[in-house]
């Protein structure tokens, strides 16, 4: 059976696994527990360590890179998002006119071979690392053209848990799915639906982690969105929460690049197609289905870079990371060179491909909880910092909200409840 991507669950099937923790647990002397794979940190880099060598570079190339931190709360979890941004020659005001990429990585907590990539990924547009057979002059003059914002680390609370010792643990700190919690089709639950794995949250948006992507993508508005995942070695693209791809150009365009991609970097292994119908699995409410269809992004990708499928279940290092050096090797350097054919297909595609949020289904969100993060972060974005006090007292101002709401109906149904009682004797008149 083929391996599930990341993105959708595979302890899903995992009845065994429930039951070897039972058995351990309990002591039972008969059972030797398996030896599973730790993390290697002759390979890997802290997430601490990690972001300190990318503040550390950027310090180094103020001419082309920056970083920003922002931060979200929501009922008392806190969560913190880095964003480095690459662009050369670059002004706040040239973003509008360049080729806008955005890469997401790290969304899983224990997929630590993606925010390596992204750490090779920076290197190399920083000209600290090359890619042999790449041609540094022309790929010097392709990215005049691009401004790509990087998030090395998107679930570092989930990340957290990992190097603490839950190797498997793929969610938020609070136990949510990054990739379950967007809106488009959220909430919808397979069978085999398990929440150790895909737990979507308590509405679209729930979490601050998502709040602060979907913010990130809205006031950016890139041509290309890559979600980074690692389980398998595939290139999606939407949708996710069917198994279908979109109809016209756009889809067509979008397969034609991953093919190339699989056929230059993948060695046609991978899989290419929707993520839903790729491998017949479904999964609702990610991020790159809510980017197409919602933010408007002409190309949106997730891709996967790794996957151990001998590995069992439980050895979740082994299983979704490569624990030795050839490997890991092999996977940032054909990765790497993946994403710089991609940045420069996409750099001469920019007349052809034009962003276009869709405001109509911005406005059709599913919860009253998304409805105000929405609208407040709307108008967030359109008046820039002066409207961030609004943000900061959303919760309360949802709280608010919710007081009303319950109020009317109160009020409500006394007025009503009175009615009735007075108009009781008029009936009773007339009926006599
Ligand atoms: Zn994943």
Not at 367 to 376: C, E, P, R
Request: charged content about 25%; hydrophobic content about 40%.
């Amino acid at each position: 059976m083929a391996r599930r991507p990341c993105f959708f669950s595979f302890l899903r099937l995992c009845p065994l696994i429930l039951f070897a923790r039972f058995s351990v647990i309990n002591g039972d002397p008969n059972l030797t527990p398996p030896s599973f794979a730790p993390i290697n940190h002759d390979l890997y880099h802290t997430s601490g360590a990690l972001m300190e060598e990318i503040e550390a570079l950027v310090d180094r190339h103020p001419d082309k890179l920056s970083m920003e931190t922002v931060k979200s709360r929501n009922k008392g979890y806190t969560a913190e998002i880095t964003v480095v941004t690459y662009g050369r020659k670059r002004k706040e005001s040239d973003d509008r006119s360049k080729f806008r990429i955005l890469l997401s990585f790290g969304q899983h907590g224990r997929e630590l071979i993606t925010t390596e990539l992204a750490f090779r990924i920076l290197s190399i547009l920083s000209e600290e690392q090359f890619l042999p057979k790449m041609d540094q002059a022309m790929l010097n003059s392709t990215f005049e053209e691009l401004v790509i914002k990087v998030v090395p680390v998107e679930n570092m609370n989930g990340r957290k848990l990992v190097e603490a010792g839950d190797l498997c643990e793929r969610r938020n700190g609070r136990g949510v799915d990054l990739n379950r919690n967007w809106s488009v089709d959220w909430g919808k639950k397979e069978q085999d639906y398990d929440p150790y794995e895909e737990n979507p949250g308590t509405a679209p948006f729930s979490e601050p982690e998502a709040q602060l992507m979907r913010k990130l993508s809205l006031s950016f508005q890139p041509h290309i969105w890559v979600n980074v995942h690692s389980g398998m070695e595939a290139l999606f693209m939407p949708y996710d929460h069917k198994n279908t791809t979109p109809d016209g150009l756009l889809s067509h365009r979008m397969r034609s690049m991953l093919e190339e991609l699989n056929h230059l970097h993948c060695e046609d292994r991978c899989m290419v197609g929707s993520g839903g119908g790729s491998v017949g699995y479904l999964a609702h409410g990610t991020a790159t289905d809510y980017m197409f269809d919602i933010v408007g992004v002409p190309m949106a990708f997730t891709f996967e870079i790794y996957g151990d499928g001998t590995a069992s279940s439980k050895d979740c290092f082994k299983m979704f990371n490569p624990i030795d050096v050839t490997n890991f090797n092999r996977v940032l350097n054909s990765w790497s060179a993946a994403f710089i054919s991609m940045f420069n297909m996409g750099a001469h595609q920019l007349d052809e491909l034009h962003p276009k949020a869709s405001l109509s289904k911005l406005d059709k969100l599913v919860s009253t909880d998304d409805y105000l993060n929405g609208y407040l972060m709307e108008r967030s974005s359109r008046y820039g910092k002066k409207m961030e006090m609004l943000e900061l007292g959303m919760q309360e101002i949802r709280t608010y909200f919710r007081l009303f709401l319950l109020s009317s109906v109160l009020l409500m149904f006394m007025f009503c409840s009175r009615i009735s009682k007075s108009s009781r004797p008029i009936v009773s008149t007339l009926s006599l």
